[in-house]
């Protein structure tokens, strides 16, 4: 793993992002998630790292990693994709939605793209001199750098490597096609069942999230796995829980595996209180009486 251990700091790369356009009125919009950024020259979109330059928009991250770990498959977490095995994980900088509750705010709200130079040969190296069966793209949002980690999923195919995203799911449909033809496994982020709360908490939107939920299971070989972080007062009440695994037993089936997480406040936003353990236990009941077969909880040593 040397040679990623560098640590040698590089700001941004110059490659050509894709899905955007020039509108009439000079003005760039991305269309890679659902916030349509309309970026003028020399500004870059709420993500950071996709950066207009000139009359180009460029993928600000190629190439630039932070964080590098060997991880077990389930601190991804998925439970049931290559169970036992190690995952190389990395992520960069960058996130396309805001949430205030964020764990990796240092990455996902960086104020300056900078990170370990990389290629995608030398990740898929690491990875199998690791003794990985995957890389996961995680950390910060890995459909902001989607180039980047599908040129990274290219090379660990032939290579032998499964591919793992972490993800929000806010994305449009003609990338996200893209995207989860080079992924094997995703753990998507159903963040809560009320737009109140993705407009609130996270400056997003819940029926893109749902779509992509349904796009994956449906019209895709990608193994689906759901997480759920429980947050006190935002979206934890028995009602919603109810609605939210409903609508997966009904939209997803039931054998989708589920994880229910704890939250922690952090330094950045303490708005709610620790998850207390009972919410955790009531809402694994709530979803198993609803027919949800792979209930998993998360964090539990967070739980109070
Ligand atoms: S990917 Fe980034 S630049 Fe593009 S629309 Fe989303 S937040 Fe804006
Ligand atoms: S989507 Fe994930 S990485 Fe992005 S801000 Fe929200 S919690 Fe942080």
Excluded at 203 to 225: C, F, S
Excluded at 241 to 256: E, R
Aim: charged fraction near 20%; proline fraction near 5%; hydrophobic fraction near 40%.
């Amino acid at each position: 793993m040397n040679a990623l251990r560098i640590k040698q700091r590089y700001s941004s790369a110059m490659k050509t992002a894709r899905y955007w356009h020039m509108r009439k009125d000079g003005v760039i919009e991305c269309t890679l998630c659902p916030r349509h950024c309309r970026i003028a020259d020399g500004k870059h979109g709420t993500c950071l790292v996709r950066q207009r330059k000139g009359d180009e928009l460029i993928a600000a991250s190629y190439g630039l990693i932070c964080g590098l770990a060997v991880d077990p498959i389930e601190k991804k977490p998925l439970t049931h994709f290559l169970p036992g095995s190690t995952t190389l994980s990395f992520g960069t900088v960058g996130c396309n939605l805001t949430c205030k509750f964020c764990q990796n705010w240092h990455l996902a709200r960086a104020n300056k793209i900078e990170g370990t130079r990389t290629t995608p040969k030398q990740i898929a190296k690491t990875a199998l001199e690791a003794g990985c069966e995957s890389v996961a793209f995680t950390y910060n949002e890995p459909t902001v750098f989607l180039e980047f980690a599908v040129d990274t999923a290219k090379v660990c195919h032939e290579r032998g490597l499964k591919t793992v995203a972490v993800t929000n799911g806010w994305i449009e449909p003609e990338p996200r096609k893209e995207f989860y033809v080079h992924m094997d496994a995703a753990n998507v982020d159903l963040k809560a069942f009320t737009d109140r709360f993705y407009q609130t908490l996270c400056g997003a939107t819940l029926q893109p999230v749902l779509d992509m939920l349904v796009y994956i299971r449906h019209e895709t070989n990608v193994h689906l796995e759901v997480t759920t972080l429980l947050i006190p007062g935002w979206n934890d009440s028995p009602a919603e829980i109810d609605a939210m695994t409903k609508w997966a037993v009904v939209n997803l089936g039931p054998d989708v595996p589920w994880h229910f997480s704890a939250y922690r406040p952090t330094r950045e936003w303490n708005e709610a209180t620790p998850t207390p353990l009972q919410t955790l236990l009531d809402a694994k009941s709530i979803a198993e009486h609803n027919g949800l077969q792979h209930v998993h909880l998360g964090n539990i040593g967070l739980a109070v």
